[in-house]
């Protein structure tokens, strides 16, 4: 049975400041793996979707990297600002279109 | 964003009453999905759709139905309501890129 794990379960950084943000997975027979984010109280932005064949996918300052053999998944965003601050979940897409969400990582950027 | 919509947003029920949650969407996206988002438990999966007359079974199905007759249109029923089923829930969207996209969430309260 898939599980996602993400690690720190919060954060909090001054802004400016480069961050990393980790999921991992125990199968990884994925599709693929997608970072969303999550503003209190309000439904989920998509930011990545990496496919099971590629390495990383690039939006602006974030960059999602995927190793498939290691079961890991990181997220990176650079340059952090307030307006970053929220949840930020990832999820790993099985067989049947069956979704794992990892629990997430709630970052406050500080300014 | 994603067109998509979900009705009621809010809503207060009393234990044993039947409950319709629906999901609408104006992109024409093939897959569906119903998503219930806890404290502790994060996002899963509760049903999921194809197309249209399509439709199987998450990781907690139990006590919700669903039914798609029109690709636009996804409804989530849970017959008798139960405290436990007091949640967000979540409805979401992906087409050939299997990027999933949500909308804003309905909050149910059983009393």
């Known amino acids: 049975k898939q599980e996602v794990t993400q690690i720190p379960a919060a954060l909090s950084v001054p802004e400016g400041e480069n961050l990393v943000l980790n999921c991992s997975f125990t199968?990884?027979?994925?599709?693929?793996l997608q970072w969303f984010r999550q503003d209190p109280g309000k439904g989920l932005t998509s930011l990545l979707l990496?496919?099971?064949?590629?390495r990383e996918q690039t939006s602006g300052r974030l960059n999602a990297s995927l190793d498939k053999s290691s079961g890991r998944s990181t997220l990176y965003i650079a340059a952090s600002q307030p307006g970053d601050s929220a949840t930020y979940l990832c999820?790993?897409?099985?067989?049947?279109?069956?979704?794992?969400f990892g629990a997430g990582t709630r970052l406050f950027v500080k300014a | 964003d994603a067109g998509i919509t979900q009705s009621p947003r809010h809503k207060v029920t009393e234990t044993g009453t039947p409950v319709t949650l629906r999901c609408h969407q104006t992109?024409?996206?093939?897959?569906m999905y119903w998503y219930r988002q806890d404290p502790g438990h994060g996002l899963r999966l509760i049903h999921y759709?194809?197309?249209?007359?399509?439709?199987d079974k998450g990781e907690v199905s139990d006590g919700y139905s669903v039914s798609r007759s029109k690709t636009e249109d996804f409804l989530l029923t849970l017959e008798s309501a139960t405290s436990s089923q007091t949640s967000v829930y979540f409805c979401?969207?992906?087409?050939?890129?299997?990027?999933?996209?949500f909308g804003p969430g309905t909050r149910l309260l059983v009393l």
């Open positions: 979401a969207i992906s087409g050939p890129q299997e990027t999933q996209y």
């Open positions: 199968d990884s027979a994925i599709y693929n």
């Open positions: 990496i496919q099971s064949s590629q």
């Open positions: 999820a790993a897409r099985g067989g049947g279109f069956k979704t794992i």
């Open positions: 992109e024409n996206h093939r897959y």
């Open positions: 759709s194809y197309g249209v007359k399509d439709t």
